[in-house]
């Protein structure tokens, strides 16, 4: 009886595995042919686009990065990038591998370009150490729309994007277009701080601004909505001329998808998804109130240098001279007041730098706030820890005005040094000061 069983379900095992492996078959092909099929197809991809590939990355690290690539047949790549001017005009050679890891997968098997976002030495690009920029050199192939192969990345889901060029484009990589627009767009966006686009009904104005720094490669909405600053951003590569995002920047329903850089023009034009154009305005001032973003990651403080500035009112230069004068008959001389502000805590803290003889001393003295919604400030001082009867005597003027009158905040723009904080009292339409934002 026993043996009877036994071969029922030997026979019952044998049945059920000839039935799962003619159920893998597609086609007449088991998954490994189709597999290695898949591979000599994205192989032939690569290596036919006889003007090489615009490839745009974007890390779980958060940043988006512009590549030249160029595989051949022989298993070899050459590869340009955005990170620094020397990788973004010497052609690097090293090499790839298509392999079937739980589906088509392109390998970058030795040390190239790419590799230097995943390495995690943090002195090599100033990456975060052990994990770099937590990129990909390893990827899966996703799939292929039109002239755009998609991948993914094994470890960590990096996307990988590869666009193919025709002669001019690669013509541009290939003479220094990457290093070019770099500089372009770091001066671009350095000299022209207060960019927007034009809103809606409700907001009128969205503050466009980039981060371009290695670890961040970002760019920002920013607007305010029923008093909240509200903030989108997408992650930007370098491309030929342009900008492109893995997902759109969005504010409501405008959704940015790539921009161009017209440097004629000295303009630049947003693609939306829609296929509309919109040219990025550039203003005098931020979009944003100063009131909102002081004390907050934005600017914690107006720095008022030694140095006087032509936005200085006549009120705070003769009470500036007078603190001055004090503590020059006590051998001392007056340096930098810096007003150092906390959004989260309410606190702001006047910090009164001197000097006795080359040595500084800086001086705090701390107020806590309250602010209205339209951004008027009253202080309440709280104590200082300075103990000294000179310093004490010479800043009374500058310490008492802020225990006594309302404030508010505001940008201005200083024939010589641009665009400044400024700080004035609500009691006295003759006591402002402006300085540096930080």
């Not at 898949?38 to 990065?65: H, I, M, P, R, V």
């Not at 995690?120 to 990129?135: A, L």
């Not at 767009?185 to 503050?207: P, R």
């Given at each position: 009886?026993?043996?009877?069983?036994?071969?029922?379900?030997f026979?019952?095992?044998a049945?059920t595995?000839?039935?799962k492996?003619?159920?893998l078959?597609?086609?007449?092909?088991?998954p490994?042919?189709?597999?290695q099929?898949?591979?000599?197809?994205?192989?032939?991809?690569?290596?036919?686009?006889?003007?090489?590939?615009e490839?745009?990355?974007?890390?779980e690290?958060g940043?988006?990065y512009?590549?030249y690539?160029d595989?051949?047949?022989?298993?070899?790549v050459?590869?340009?990038?955005?990170?620094?001017?020397?990788?973004?005009?010497?052609?690097?050679?090293?090499?790839?591998?298509?392999?079937?890891?739980m589906?088509?997968?392109?390998?970058?098997?030795t040390?190239?370009?790419?590799?230097?976002?995943?390495?995690p030495n943090t002195?090599?690009?100033?990456?975060t150490s052990g994990?770099?920029?937590?990129?990909?050199?390893?990827?899966?192939?996703?799939?292929?729309?039109?002239?755009?192969?998609?991948?993914?990345?094994k470890?960590?889901?990096?996307d990988?994007?590869l666009?193919?060029?025709?002669?001019?484009?690669?013509?541009?990589?290939?003479?220094g277009g990457?290093?070019?627009?770099?500089?372009d767009?770091?001066t671009?966006?350095?000299?022209?701080?207060n960019l927007y686009?034009?809103?809606n009904?409700?907001?009128a104005?969205?503050?466009?601004s980039?981060?371009?720094?290695?670890?961040?490669k970002?760019?920002?909405?920013?607007?305010?909505?029923?008093?909240v600053v509200?903030?989108?951003?997408?992650?930007?590569?370098?491309?030929?001329?342009?900008?492109?995002f893995?997902?759109?920047?969005t504010?409501?329903?405008i959704?940015i998808?790539?921009?161009?850089?017209?440097?004629?023009?000295?303009?630049?034009?947003?693609s939306?998804t829609?296929?509309?154009?919109?040219?990025?305005?550039r203003?005098?001032?931020?979009i944003?109130?100063l009131?909102?973003?002081?004390g907050t990651d934005r600017?914690?403080?107006i720095?008022?240098?030694?140095?006087a500035?032509?936005?200085?009112?006549?009120?705070?230069?003769d009470?500036r001279?007078?603190?001055?004068?004090?503590?020059?008959l006590?051998?001392r001389?007056?340096?930098?007041?810096?007003?150092?502000?906390n959004?989260?805590t309410?606190?702001?803290?006047?910090?009164?730098?001197?000097f006795?003889?080359?040595?500084?001393?800086?001086?705090?003295?701390?107020?806590?706030?309250?602010?209205t919604?339209d951004?008027?400030y009253?202080?309440?001082?709280?104590?200082?820890?300075?103990?000294t009867a000179?310093?004490l005597?010479?800043?009374?003027p500058?310490?008492?005005?802020?225990a006594d009158?309302?404030?508010?905040l505001?940008?201005?723009?200083?024939?010589?040094?641009?665009?400044?904080?400024?700080?004035?009292?609500?009691?006295?339409?003759n006591?402002?000061?402006?300085?540096?934002?930080k």
């Amino acid at each position: 009886m026993n043996t009877k069983i036994l071969t029922i379900l030997f026979l019952a095992l044998a049945l059920t595995g000839c039935k799962k492996e003619s159920d893998l078959l597609v086609d007449g092909q088991t998954p490994e042919m189709r597999s290695q099929e898949s591979l000599k197809l994205y192989g032939d991809q690569l290596t036919a686009a006889k003007n090489g590939w615009e490839a745009f990355l974007f890390t779980e690290g958060g940043g988006g990065y512009g590549f030249y690539m160029d595989f051949n047949n022989q298993d070899r790549v050459k590869m340009l990038a955005e990170i620094d001017a020397g990788t973004a005009t010497d052609l690097m050679e090293s090499t790839y591998r298509l392999k079937a890891i739980m589906g088509p997968s392109l390998l970058f098997d030795t040390y190239g370009y790419l590799h230097l976002l995943a390495d995690p030495n943090t002195d090599v690009i100033g990456g975060t150490s052990g994990v770099g920029f937590k990129s990909d050199f390893e990827f899966e192939f996703y799939g292929v729309k039109g002239d755009t192969i998609q991948l993914s990345g094994k470890k960590r889901r990096s996307d990988l994007l590869l666009v193919k060029l025709n002669a001019q484009q690669q013509e541009y990589y290939l003479k220094g277009g990457f290093k070019t627009l770099v500089a372009d767009m770091t001066t671009y966006f350095g000299t022209n701080k207060n960019l927007y686009i034009k809103g809606n009904d409700e907001v009128a104005k969205v503050q466009f601004s980039v981060n371009m720094a290695l670890n961040v490669k970002k760019a920002f909405f920013t607007w305010v909505e029923n008093g909240v600053v509200k903030t989108a951003e997408a992650p930007f590569a370098f491309k030929m001329n342009g900008m492109v995002f893995n997902k759109p920047l969005t504010f409501k329903n405008i959704a940015i998808q790539t921009i161009e850089w017209d440097k004629a023009k000295n303009v630049l034009i947003a693609s939306t998804t829609s296929g509309s154009k919109i040219e990025i305005l550039r203003g005098d001032l931020p979009i944003i109130p100063l009131h909102i973003l002081m004390g907050t990651d934005r600017f914690k403080s107006i720095t008022v240098a030694s140095q006087a500035l032509q936005t200085w009112s006549t009120g705070f230069v003769d009470m500036r001279a007078a603190m001055a004068r004090s503590l020059t008959l006590n051998t001392r001389r007056l340096g930098n007041i810096n007003f150092l502000f906390n959004d989260e805590t309410k606190e702001m803290k006047i910090m009164v730098t001197t000097f006795r003889s080359i040595l500084p001393t800086v001086s705090e003295f701390i107020y806590t706030y309250t602010k209205t919604a339209d951004g008027v400030y009253d202080f309440e001082f709280v104590n200082t820890e300075e103990r000294t009867a000179v310093i004490l005597n010479a800043v009374l003027p500058l310490t008492k005005i802020f225990a006594d009158h309302k404030f508010i905040l505001d940008y201005i723009l200083d024939p010589v040094q641009g665009q400044v904080g400024r700080i004035s009292s609500v009691n006295d339409v003759n006591f402002y000061t402006t300085g540096e934002l930080k």
